[in-house]
Structures are given as C-alpha cells and as structure tokens.
C-alpha cells in the first residue's frame, strides 16, 4: 500500500496547500480519499491518471473535501473519456449532494449521457462495506456538515490506513486508529479548542492513547505550519502535498 498527498490543506488554502486528497495505490487497485475543489490540480502535477482510480470515498460532505468531484464528473466526459466504471462512496445523501452542487455550478452537467457507470454507494457507520479489495468502516464524529461526518478505517492486503477526516477530539478515534498501520488526523490549530477541529494540545494529550504503529498531522491552519519545526517525535509524520508514504 502506497499513500500519496495530493493535497493537505485546509479549506482556505494555508501554506498554498491543496485541498484534501489521498490517493492510495495497491498495486492492482487504486483509490482517493477524498476530493477537495483541488484534486484535479494536485493529480495533474503529479502525473496520476484520474482514469487509474476505481473508488472515490468521501469523509464528509464540505466542499473541501467533495466538491472536486464536480470538475471530476466533466473532465471524465470531456478530457479523460472515461470508459470504466467509477464508484464514488460516501455518507447518506452523498449522490444527492454531489448532484445538487454540480447543477448549481455548471447547469445542465449532470443531464450529460455518461460513457462510463457513475455508482453512488453510502455508508452507514459501523457497518463495513467492501469494494473490490478494500473494506472501509465508518465512526460517526463532531464535525457538522449536513450529514453524518465520519472518520474511516481502510482494511487491504493486510494493511490497515485510518483517517480523522474533520472533527474535534472524540472518543471514536482511539478505535478507529487502533493498531493502524497508519492513521493520518487532522490537527488544524496548534492550541486551544477549535469548535469542530483538533488542536495539537488536545490531540497531544490523547496520543498514549493512540496506538497506530505511525501517525500524521494532516488539514493544518497557518498557525500550525508556522511551528512544524517543533514537531521532532518518533513515528510523527507531518502532511504535505505531493508526499509518498510505503505503508
């Protein structure tokens, strides 16, 4: 399992940082976790076929982390003339959303006849859900965004990827991080609470608790990246786009 950052920024670009993205290559399967406005930028600059990837999973519905599926849709129809199915896999109401937001900002696209399957699939929390080689599951977490916001746990080729998606402390990420081989969360402040986001003093705190064999600090505000150099701990890894992680 390979992880590359397309993009790991906040939703107002801190740092020039893409928006989020996490482009996943098993070998035979590829995959993005989410898709901020961004994604198409971050895959081009790094030369990864959007054709490649079979999934998309989307943590939460905020436009940083979906909305680039907007651009998605019409670049698959009018530039990448996909062919193969694509299976895009969210929270309840994901079709929904996605659909609603890609007729309010290009009318008519999504009346468009597809050359390839568009699959919608949604994903309750709890409950595992298996596509192709890969079984994602879901915990419900505090980050309001219309409908549930999750935190997901990846199971494939007997590696293990978790991901806070966006939410204040819960108790939810001790499990879903557990024994992780990584678990990427977001640490968007440095100090203080930060209604629906983590801070690194309160994620400090839990990281005893925390027993991922790695862990990376992803989705950080500028008062975060001005401190990166303080970060020098053992299996602490800090986001930044384009970077590639072996897991």
């Known amino acids: 399992m390979k992880l590359t950052i397309v993009g790991c920024g906040d939703a107002f670009g801190a740092g020039g940082r893409l928006q989020t993205g996490y482009y996943v290559d098993l ?8 898709c901020g406005a961004t994604n198409l930028i971050g895959l081009n600059k790094l ?5 490649g990837i079979s999934t998309i999973f989307i943590s939460h519905l905020h436009g940083d ?5 907007v ?12 062919k193969v199915p694509l299976t895009v896999i969210g929270p309840p109401g994901v079709e929904e959303r996605v659909m609603q937001t890609a007729e309010l900002m290009f009318p ?3 009346k468009i006849e597809r050359n390839y399957e568009l699959i919608f699939k949604e994903r309750h929390a709890g409950v595992p859900l298996t596509e192709g ?15 549930p916001s999750h935190a997901l746990r990846f199971d494939a080729g007997g590696k293990v990827l978790a991901f806070s998606g966006d939410t204040e402390w819960v108790e939810a990420l001790v499990p879903v991080s557990d024994g992780a081989d990584l678990f990427i ?6 100090d203080g609470p930060v209604r629906y986001h983590t801070s690194w003093q309160i994620l400090k705190e839990n990281l005893p608790r925390i027993t991922a064999k790695r862990i990376m600090l992803t989705h950080m505000n500028g008062s975060m990246l001005a401190r990166l150099n303080e970060f020098k ?3 602490l890894l800090l986001a930044e786009d384009g970077l590639v992680v072996d897991i």
């Open 27 to 34: 070998g035979d399967h590829r995959f993005l976790i989410d």
């Open 71 to 82: 651009w998605w849709l019409l670049h698959t129809q009018h530039v990448a003339k996909r």
């Open 133 to 147: 080689p890969v079984t994602v599951t879901a915990w419900e977490v505090s980050h309001p965004s219309g409908a």
């Open 47 to 51: 030369g990864i076929d959007p054709n």
């Open 65 to 69: 982390h979906y909305s680039g599926l």
């Open 233 to 235: 701990q053992p299996n």
């Open 108 to 110: 008519g696209s999504t």
């Open 185 to 190: 969360t977001e640490c968007y402040a440095y």
